[in-house]
């Protein structure tokens, strides 16, 4: 068990929805990671949080956003669903102190994403 | 630009052999960082090993070793006496500090290990 929990673990939906993808980090880290796991991309980073503000974007469309809270817990939304958007959404946290492998990312379960 | 490439799709072993999974990476940084993750058929992606591009130590662990030699820019990761629980996709994965430590894939490894 990594400490970084994801909900919900499965997620069946129809084109044009929309869905909250929930990740909590493990405690103390401050930095939170969005992946995507599809069959034709592989893993893809999509956007990092460190302590409630974007640090960095990677292959995030636009109709994906994501917000980090003050309890460091953090959301991925992702809207107008496509066929196409369906694949394993990975959350990810890592410590930002001098005394750990701050480097280190620690993978979350992951949600299944099923867009029909 | 970073890229990591896994040219194993698929290995296949009987169990007891040992297996080298095989990965290769660029960069233009200096400082760097080399990540093994396993993913089992459950789903979850498990830590294995970091290695940073100052420290081309290799390491063992168990049965698992892994050989770092940045002059071939390689980061290659050996089971020996391979188990059947071993079976998972093996995923390697490059962070640059300049990067925010965002993690670079490769494509993966899946890796069968027969009784």
């Known amino acids: 068990d990594s400490g970084v929990t994801q909900t919900p673990k499965h997620l069946i939906t129809a084109t044009g929805q929309r869905v909250t993808l929930r990740c909590s980090p493990r405690s103390g880290d401050l930095s939170v990671y969005w992946y995507q796991q599809s069959l034709d991309q592989g893993l893809q980073f999509l956007i990092q949080?460190?302590?409630?503000?974007?640090?960095a974007k990677g292959n995030i469309l636009e109709r994906f956003s994501a917000q980090q809270f003050p309890d460091l817990h953090s959301e991925l939304n992702l809207s107008s669903l496509e066929l196409g958007d369906s694949a394993l959404y990975f959350c990810?946290?890592?410590?930002?102190?001098?005394?750990?492998?701050?480097?280190?990312?620690?993978f979350g379960p992951g949600t299944r994403l099923l867009v029909l | 630009a970073q890229k990591v490439t896994q040219a194993q799709t698929e290995i296949s072993v009987v169990e007891k052999e040992d297996v080298t999974l095989d990965c290769v990476y660029e960069t233009r940084d200096t400082t760097y960082y080399l990540f093994w993750y396993k993913q089992p058929p459950s789903g979850e992606l498990v830590f294995l090993i970091r290695?940073?591009?100052?420290d081309e130590q290799n390491e063992i662990s168990g049965r698992y070793s892994w050989n770092f030699q940045k002059s071939t820019s390689s980061f290659n990761f050996t089971i020996t006496a391979s188990q059947v629980v071993d079976s998972a996709v093996y995923f390697c994965a490059l962070s640059e500090v300049d990067s925010n430590y965002q993690l670079i894939w490769g494509a993966g490894t899946k890796l069968i290990i027969k009784p």
């Open positions: 290695r940073n591009s100052f």
């Open positions: 949080y460190y302590n409630g503000e974007e640090r």
């Open positions: 990810a946290s890592s410590p930002q102190t001098v005394h750990e492998l701050k480097e280190t990312q620690y």
